[in-house]
């Protein structure tokens, strides 16, 4: 079946830096976009960033760029968040999505505070 398997998220401070990984097994890695999502406490869960099957083509939220970095291995069918200039109002659970499918992985929270 369909793993997704987020890991990587923790307490930083503000200006710190993160790197996300989430571990896709079951489906056939290298031919899906793959997308992070959060989700804030009280908030709708937002699109933050997603990245061609190839790895050619990367797309941001407005929030993030500049910031945040995805990319992928389809070697190791794994695909990265690098988070940088973190802010408090980063603040979430981050979530590992296959789009179209509607496969979500577990979510790693992302904490941003001094």
């Known amino acids: 079946q369909v793993q997704l398997v987020e890991s990587g998220g923790g307490l930083v401070q503000p200006g710190g830096s993160l790197r996300l990984s989430c571990a896709a097994s079951?489906?056939?890695?290298?031919?899906?976009?793959m997308s992070w999502y959060r989700q804030a406490p009280g908030k709708e869960r937002e699109l933050v960033a997603t990245?061609?099957?190839?790895?050619?083509?990367?797309n941001y939220a407005d929030s993030v760029k500049g910031r945040f970095t995805i990319s992928r291995d389809n070697a190791k069918n794994t695909v990265y968040l690098q988070m940088n200039s973190l802010k408090p109002e980063d603040t979430a659970v981050y979530y590992c999505y296959v789009p179209i499918t509607g496969y979500w992985g577990q979510g790693t929270q992302v904490t941003v505070s001094s």
């Open positions: 990245i061609s099957s190839t790895g050619g083509s990367t």
């Open positions: 079951g489906f056939t890695f290298n031919t899906r976009r």
